[in-house]
């Protein structure tokens, strides 16, 4: 067979498999498609997969096939992110940027000081720790990755639970709106490159000077011609930030961030979102399943997932119960908050994929965040549907 029909195999496969599991398999309430996907793409890997079947998973999965499916990928979550950069509410954020500021402050703080400790453990054993990464480098990765929320899952998981346009569902959008921008500074710092920082600093005046720029040139086209406008913007942005030794989503998301919402209609926006998960996305997931290592010990990558798992949980959770008590929030308001924000998956896997590609994580710590990302994110509706149906009064709370 040529290569162009093994990759029309894989392409099936990547599409039957998890819908069959999710439609079927009745997994909605627990683990929605998006979750079910990035599992499959897990069991489809080489620690799976490749180990029952190695010659099958040889053939179908071989390099001219892998690179195909890399470049859909690439293109996919650049697009993902840069709409996550687009519906950023931070003109919200700012109008109430105390109790903004406090609460992400503390969603974040906590468990990012709860990851970088389990971090500190792994930096003792040799294996979790990439080639090219400094300790400080690998434990601000790790911690951060424990601190992630995933803003466009927390969106659909809120749309599950009928609260997306309640005024709590609005003002959790608002925390991790602030936590988001946060996470990619941090990011861009992990990955600064103090050899190649002439090439950063050129790309990061040349961004602020191209920024002005393009939100003139928004504000002046017809809407019909932004999308296509804020697609170049995205492939310039994204090729400037990898050319200066940052990661190309950072350039994918910063090419979002200074675009404003309301210069695109929000009902293309959602379809948008909607397509890009449906169409494309499948194929990342599946490729980040390929990434998978468990030379380590299948034990091993699961007792250092278990770990970061209890400290992204206990510390988002630890976090916001403070936060409500500085603010003076309702009785069972803060667990309902927390245990939404602590919803990881495809921001944390994005983010831990920088990591890998930069060589500041291994394999096996990537497998280990993966896991923790799929598990943090199935425990979300299932703790949240209860206490809201105890809680319904809450939900119509403004701040």
Request: proline share 4%.
């Amino acid at each position: 067979m040529n290569t162009t029909e093994i990759f029309l195999i894989a392409m099936t496969i990547i599409f039957t498999v998890p819908y069959l599991v999710w439609r079927l398999g009745g997994t909605d309430y627990f683990a929605p498609l998006v979750v079910v996907q990035i599992i499959t793409g897990i069991l489809l890997g080489p620690g799976v997969l490749g180990k029952a079947f190695p010659d099958y998973y040889q053939f179908v999965f071989n390099p001219s096939v892998v690179q195909s499916l890399n470049g859909i990928a690439w293109w996919a979550v650049m697009l993902f992110v840069w709409i996550a950069g687009i519906e950023l509410d931070l003109k919200q954020a700012w109008k109430h940027r105390v109790e903004s500021g406090i609460t992400a402050g503390l969603a974040l703080g906590m468990p990012l000081a709860f990851g970088c400790v389990a971090a500190l453990g792994m930096v003792a054993v040799p294996g979790w720790m990439g080639p090219r990464a400094l300790s400080w480098q690998f434990v601000l990765g790790v911690g951060m990755s424990c601190a992630v929320t995933a803003l466009p899952i927390l969106i659909l998981l809120m749309e599950k639970l009928e609260i997306l346009r309640q005024p709590i569902g609005q003002r959790i959008l608002r925390y991790a709106s602030v936590d988001d921008v946060a996470i990619w500074g941090v990011l861009a710092l992990i990955l600064m490159d103090w050899q190649r920082v002439g090439k950063q600093l050129v790309f990061l005046i040349a961004f602020a000077a191209l920024t002005w720029a393009m939100r003139r040139l928004m504000q002046a086209i017809p809407a019909r011609d932004r999308w296509y406008a804020g697609l170049i913007w995205l492939a310039l942005c994204a090729l400037g930030a990898d050319w200066s030794g940052l990661h190309f989503m950072v350039g994918a998301f910063l090419a979002g961030a200074v675009l404003d919402a309301d210069w695109f209609d929000q009902a293309q926006m959602d379809l948008l979102r909607h397509h890009v998960l449906l169409v494309v996305m499948p194929v990342f997931f599946l490729s980040t399943g390929l990434r998978t290592n468990w030379n380590l010990g299948g034990s091993a990558v699961f007792i250092a997932a278990a770990a970061l798992l209890l400290a992204s949980v206990a510390g988002k959770l630890m976090g916001i119960h403070l936060a409500g008590r500085i603010l003076g929030w309702q009785p069972g308001e803060a667990s309902i908050i927390g245990w939404l924000l602590q919803t990881k998956a495809l921001i944390m896997i994005i983010f831990a994929n920088i990591l890998l590609d930069k060589q500041i994580i291994t394999s096996e710590t990537f497998t280990a965040l993966l896991l923790m990302a799929v598990a943090s994110t199935m425990l979300t509706v299932p703790v949240v549907a209860p206490k809201l149906a105890r809680i319904k009064a809450l939900i119509h709370k403004s701040a």
